[in-house]
């Protein structure tokens, strides 16, 4: 069965500063998405960046990067200028390809201190 | 489009008693997911659906738990008799056409129910 571990149950990081969320997975599959969504007070869950196995470049979306390497299972998320807004839970979730669930790891929670 | 529709957002209720979520996907998606947020447990899949036909039941904790896709646009999950254990935020979320690539297939979530059994 697959399994997403994230190993940091709470991280903290001073606003403007550089953050980044450890993530590990195991699966036997080739083809596959990886994912970061965040949870915020409201409870929605708010997808801030994915990442397809078959690609070798990293995702980027704004001020959100991944370092994704596949040999070692291994998706961190890294926060660059964090904000205030950025204060939640984070649950990196893995789904192979096709229209599967989602498999979440346990989450990350994110406080930023100003 | 509205997105998935969640109802109740909140339901407080007591030992014993019958729940039923409800959830309205968003229109032209195939997929139907139900997930569980617990502190313990996390996020977990109970069930989902393709074309209102339950594919994957093995998360739906006991026989306690029931969930039904009468037609296209709405399911329902519901809970009888309930109990204090249940409590939990119920997530609905709706994705997937025939085509089973990326943007086709992303999950969309709905805002949640949380769900106090007394």
């Known amino acids: 069965a697959q399994t997403v571990t994230q190993s940091q149950p709470e991280m903290s990081v001073q606003e403007a500063e550089t953050v980044t969320l450890s993530c590990t997975y195991d699966t036997s599959e080739s083809d596959y998405y990886l994912f970061w969504y965040k949870q915020p007070p409201s409870r929605q869950m708010i997808l801030v960046i994915r990442q397809e196995a078959y690609k070798q470049q990293n995702a980027t979306e704004n001020r959100f990067s991944v370092n994704f390497q596949k040999a070692a299972k291994s998706f961190s998320l890294k926060i660059s200028d964090s904000q205030l807004g950025d204060a939640a839970m984070y649950f990196c979730a893995y789904r192979p390809s096709g229209n599967t669930p989602l498999v979440f790891g346990k989450g990350t929670r994110l406080s930023v201190i100003a | 489009d509205a997105g998935v529709i969640q109802s109740p957002r909140h339901e407080v209720t007591e030992m014993g008693q019958e729940v039923t979520l409800r959830c309205k996907p968003i229109?032209?998606?195939?997929?139907l997911f139900w997930y569980r947020q617990t502190m313990m447990r996390g996020l977990e899949l109970l069930i989902y659906?393709?074309?209102?036909?339950?594919?994957?039941d093995s998360g739906m904790p006991e026989d306690r738990f029931s969930a039904k896709m009468p037609n296209a646009s709405f399911s329902t999950l519901k809970i009888q008799p309930s109990e204090p254990r249940d409590s939990a935020v119920y997530f609905c979320?709706?994705?997937?056409?025939?085509?089973?690539?990326?943007?086709?297939?992303?999950?969309?979530f709905g805002p949640g129910t949380r769900l106090t059994v007394l």
């Open positions: 229109s032209g998606h195939d997929y």
């Open positions: 659906f393709n074309n209102n036909v339950p594919i994957d």
């Open positions: 979320a709706s994705g997937g056409t025939q085509f089973d690539r990326w943007p086709y297939n992303e999950q969309f």
